[in-house]
């Protein structure tokens, strides 16, 4: 199956750093990919659309200043998470469209952002 | 809004019973899909569904999608250890809009 890698699985960061997460889709071209934000113990929530060579959409209530997602070409897209603080500690995940006979998504490995 | 409920939303049971898993809504989906989320992982697709009353076996997990394409259920035969997890189902509308179900998690005890 199609495999969509997820880097830094880990990271640790001072309050008003940035971090990036990126998002790799492997062995396909993936001109959608998702952004979302898990809390422990709890469902998905979808941050953001990415789309490659456009502006990502954003969900209603997500700060695109932020949140900053880049999608520059069919197999990347990056998340910054720009002058964190505690608050934004979380678990964040991607996940890659895939089109075919069936809609698929192929979600990353997650990356698990604690902001000291 | 979360648009999709699961229940219940969290399930322990022991190894070797049955056990069903919802997920409703009010909504109409293209198709629905069931995922299962291990820690520290992302979730991983288990099946789609896509016609109003189709059911789809996955080994001991079962998979039916309501006529009406609103609803949605999972139902696990002799539960194993290994089955322990999140199990999130995902409503799909027009053609990639993916809501994600409020999670039911899932412990097995040996």
């Known amino acids: 199956g199609a495999v969509v890698s997820q880097h830094p699985s880990r990271v640790i960061c001072k309050s008003g750093t940035s971090v990036k997460i990126e998002c790799r889709s492997l062995d396909f071209q993936a001109t959608t990919m998702f952004w979302y934000r898990q809390f422990p113990k709890q469902s998905l929530m979808l941050m953001a659309t990415?789309?490659?060579?456009?502006?990502?959409?954003?969900e209603q209530g997500v700060e695109k200043d932020k949140f900053l997602i880049n999608h520059a070409s069919l197999t990347l897209s990056t998340l910054t998470v720009t002058s964190a603080h505690p608050e934004d500690s979380s678990f964040y995940i991607c996940?890659?469209?895939?089109?075919?006979?069936?809609?698929?998504?192929?979600f990353g490995s997650g990356t698990q952002l604690s902001v000291l | 809004t979360q648009l999709l409920e699961q229940s219940p939303q969290f399930l322990s049971i022991q190894e070797g019973e049955n056990l069903t898993v919802y997920c409703n809504s009010s909504?109409?989906?293209?198709?629905l899909q069931w995922y299962r989320q291990e820690p520290g992982e992302g979730p991983v697709l288990l099946v789609t569904?896509?016609?109003?009353?189709e059911v789809k076996k996955l080994k001991r997990l079962t998979f039916q999608f309501g006529d009406a394409r609103k609803d949605s259920s999972l139902h696990i035969t002799a539960a194993q250890p290994g089955d322990t997890g999140l199990y999130l189902c995902a409503g799909v509308k027009g053609t990639y809009k993916y809501i994600f179900g409020t999670g039911t998690r899932l412990k097995v005890l040996a």
């Open positions: 996940s890659a469209r895939v089109q075919g006979l069936e809609e698929k998504l192929f």
């Open positions: 569904v896509v016609t109003g009353g």
């Open positions: 909504s109409v989906f293209s198709s």
């Open positions: 990415s789309n490659e060579g456009s502006k990502a959409t954003y």
